[in-house]
């Protein structure tokens, strides 16, 4: 039995006393069913003649995440002394919210007497089948995205970008040093609920992946430099990522009763991120299967996209419906940040303009499908679904001006080639006789007329 005080502060108030028989663990609530709390209450009243009336209200930290079904107030007529408070709600989207039970009491010269009870709620989503088999297939396309990544590689390009290594280090620093830092900075900023900011900082800890190669390659940027860092940054992920999490990732949740089981979390990065070694070795001994497995996982990747944008987002609709603005702006921010300051370092280091494009993609363009992964199949409770809005609206957001770009320039050089072509044209003539008007030319006749106009420019009369 957990009993809260409330003094009253006057002789004429009354003091409560609010009980339940629940831990502070137990208050969990069930997306889309209604859930009933019962409180047992007892009023204290120090003046017996006392005919000041006392008001529950019950509240929420977050009303978007749960539903009261019961009255929000509950009056407590003078004279009486105890009684049952029943709270019923339902769950809306998995989260963790704060259940605030208010009372309150008028004094007779017009004063107010407040105290405020605080529950933290759990509310969680029951876990089926499509959920089971949704994952299942995320390890998969992730771990064969990462063979994909390992079968890339040249071993000889990776052994030159090591032979002169100071591109190759600023994009490594700027990955696991500023993307961390950026991450903490954004989440602890921001006001989300600790599961999004948990899957938020963990994509910031998180490797690049084969989307910044292929922006690399469409934006002007080293695709040697970009699958180098790739490789690089994936095999560091067994290390970076536990390191980051056990450190100042414990600070993002230290109050929130929510534990990180890093045990799991290592075996999972071991899970979906040593594939790349077998990928290697593929390349190195059989250069065509390498080359046929490169082939089959675009097409895998395109059919899982396609997957995840008509089944995925059936299942995971609640994500999309915890994507508040404030979500959407602190997802944008942590990649975009790490855009600028990424290539500000490779700027302020003395790169090239194609270095400087590169770096600055593979600091802010993570693999995305490696926080969502690890969240989901380590993490427990409300957060094993929220911890993967983040890393899907980070996708959405920064993905969008990307591609925009993408499109810019490939419009841009279908144009200047167009235009090329077409003075070429105008210009050239061709060893057929054509001007590249359509009209024929004569071209002894041309050169005879142009000797005989010389003669006559030099003769003297």
Known sequence: MVWFNAPGTCSVYASLQLSSNLS??????????????????????????????????????????????????????????????????????????????????????????????????????????????????????????????????????????????????????????????????????????????????????????????????????????????????????????????????????????????????IGTLVAIIGPCAVGLYIRRKNPRLAAFLISSIKYLTLFFLTYCFTVGVYINLFAFQLMRPRVLLASGLVPFTGFLLGGLAAFMMGRDKISIITIALETGIQNNGVPIVMMRLSMTGPERDTSVVGPVASGIVSTLPLGIAVLVILIRNKIAFQQATEITKRVEIQTDGSDGFGQVANLEEVKSLGTEHSKDDISVP
């Open 24 to 265: 502070s663990s137990e208050y969990i609530v069930t997306v889309g069913e209604i859930q009933e709390f019962v409180f047992d209450y007892s009023v204290a009243r120090r003046c017996m003649k006392s005919q000041t009336q006392c008001r529950i209200t019950v509240m929420f930290s977050d009303d978007y995440i749960i539903d009261l079904v019961s009255p929000k107030d509950h009056l407590v007529p003078p004279g009486s002394q105890t009684g049952e408070l029943k709270v019923r709600l339902e769950g809306l989207l998995p989260g963790r919210v704060t259940l605030q039970i208010q009372y309150s009491e008028d004094g007779p010269k017009g004063d107010r007497n407040e105290k405020m009870f605080v529950y933290p709620l759990q509310v969680q989503r029951i876990e089926t089948l499509a959920d089971i088999l949704f994952t299942a297939s995320l390890v998969l396309i992730t771990a064969a995205t990462t063979v994909g990544i390992g079968c890339e590689v040249d071993l000889d390009v990776v052994m030159k970008q090591l032979k002169a290594p100071t591109s190759l280090a600023i994009g490594i620093c700027s990955q696991y040093v500023f993307m961390p830092l950026i991450a903490f900075t954004v989440v602890e900023m921001s006001d989300l609920l600790p599961g999004i900011k948990l899957g938020l900082f963990a994509l910031g800890c998180s490797p690049g992946g084969t989307a910044s190669n292929a922006y690399s390659y469409l934006l002007g940027g080293d695709a040697s430099l970009s699958i180098t860092m790739t490789v690089v940054s994936t095999v560091l992920a067994l290390a970076m990522m536990p390191l980051w999490l056990f450190t100042i990732g414990a600070d993002i949740i230290q109050n929130e009763n929510i534990r990180i089981p890093f045990h799991v979390i």
